[in-house]
């Protein structure tokens, strides 16, 4: 399994910006798909953005398109999630996730084989 390390979170106002980087290691880097997932208090895990390992293809969940960028550095075993115009409903802790396969438009947690420890995100109104 690749080994990931999520970090960028912290405290930001609404109509702000953060970005979110995840760092990879343990395996080559280019042979995994990425996503973000989110999970905010009292709810499920939420797919955010996928990134493909092959054409670097992306998708994104329906609450985060048009606001949300992810991207990767296949140099640097990164990848990141920039996050734009944010909303208080957008505070959750964010997980990094990587697979080593294809995926669909819209993947669920099942897809993905590792995960990071998470970040947090605050956004204040």
């Known amino acids: 399994q690749v080994q990931l390390v999520e970090s960028g979170g912290g405290l930001v106002q609404a109509g702000g910006s953060r970005r979110l980087s995840c760092a990879a290691s343990?395996?080559?880097?280019?042979?995994?798909?990425m996503g973000w997932f989110r999970q905010a208090p009292g709810k499920e895990r939420e797919f955010v953005a996928t990134?493909?390992?092959?054409?670097?293809?992306?998708d994104y969940g329906d609450s985060v398109k048009g606001r949300f960028t992810i991207s990767r550095d296949n140099a640097k075993n990164l990848v990141y999630l920039q996050m734009n115009s944010l909303k208080p409903e957008d505070t959750a802790v964010y997980y990094c996730?990587?697979?080593?396969?294809?995926?669909?438009?819209?993947?669920?947690?099942?897809?993905?084989?590792?995960w990071g420890q998470g970040t947090q995100v605050i956004v204040s109104s």
């Open positions: 996730a990587a697979a080593p396969w294809d995926l669909g438009p819209a993947p669920t947690m099942a897809d993905f084989g590792s």
């Open positions: 343990g395996r080559t880097f280019i042979n995994y798909s």
């Open positions: 990134i493909r390992r092959l054409d670097n293809s992306v």
